[in-house]
């Protein structure tokens, strides 16, 4: 029996293990690409929970949104990110580290729940990339978000040569 | 005639032809430094839209300001910037690429227009810098921003050695 | 009479000067890791003023908390920092550059002393690292932190191989 979270499994085979279907990749809103590779850094634009150009979830977590669906939102911005990944890379087994994930959560009032709605983004990417992988984390609360989103995620992967 | 647009013109020669003139670089408001190059990444401070320490926009857009202040507040920020590389590198020319853009914008209620905001930096860098060099793009609502400003900007340059 | 900001005092030497005593260094609280390192640069997951998991600070700055609590804060959180990157790196003296110091203030109303309360992580950092290791700097005002966090930074490192 097959154990996804097993070494020897690649990125892209757990993605088959898990089921998971990638969204198509984000495309641009503005003057902006949605990745940049200097070395071998991979920056990412912030990602939205969108499928296409249609956002998922709107509104603040913590007032129309509670943290089980901010949570939601993180997982599926997650899995834009990774569609936007593969796009660049041709295969996320290309990925060697994440670097760093940024939560970005439109709150209101005195919501502190934040690492929650997190580990959504979180606890995808790691199923997927494996522990070795796992990013450092910068989860933050914002006053307002782009087009009315509740999440943004910044990312920036190490990818092989 | 010339297409400031096309390949072989230069980051310097395009500033020229748009008759852009560049404000003085920012100097810092604490104990920190406005530029540090490791390797060929350059990292900026913060970027306000300021002549000198002077802000020139200030309050929150969606609030006392709307979204074209807001607009013309990120052009303002983006040009700081420029003179802010410049004075590091000599010339714009040294860049061969922006790697991120963020713009981070103080907002009241239900403000929704980031992206427009936003390409008032983006659409001045990649006038400045061509297409083929444009940046990831992170942007966020913010709930105040140091001194009042309704803008600041995060940019990463990839530059020749 | 020893000077503790002469060139020849290293990091440790200054932490040592300075009578500076590191707290224990932060644990995640969700599926993260505290530091990646890819070359020669070190990413820190987001620092709040924690001594172990628990926070010295709760509130929001120019709300329950004064400007000079909030500076305090910074310090506290900039503290943790050195604890972190002492248990990454075995030694504060590989640090050859502070490349980036974010800082996130939780902010009520129209709070605008940003940089007095960034001041306090960025004072800490460059009595310990010294004038010619001084990093760049984003300072921003949050909607909110996680778990009710004044403070929260952002830090990258150079690091010698």
Redesign the interface.
Known sequence: MKNPTEPQHTAEQRLHDLKITLPPAQS?????????Q????L????MLPVVGRELKFVGRV?GELTAEDGRKAAYAAALTSLAVVKEHLGSLDRVT??????V?I??SG???E???V??GA??LL?SVFGKDK???????????????API?L?L?F?VAP
């Open positions: 641009p809103f503005g003057a902006y690409v949605e990745t940049v200097t070395g071998n850094l920056f990412l634009t912030g913590g580290r994440i670097v760093r994930l940024g970005f439109a709150t005195d919501f502190r934040h690492p929650k997190a580990d979180s606890e790691e796992t990013s450092t984390r910068i989860v933050l609360g914002m006053a307002s978000l782009p087009l009315g943004e910044e920036i190490e």
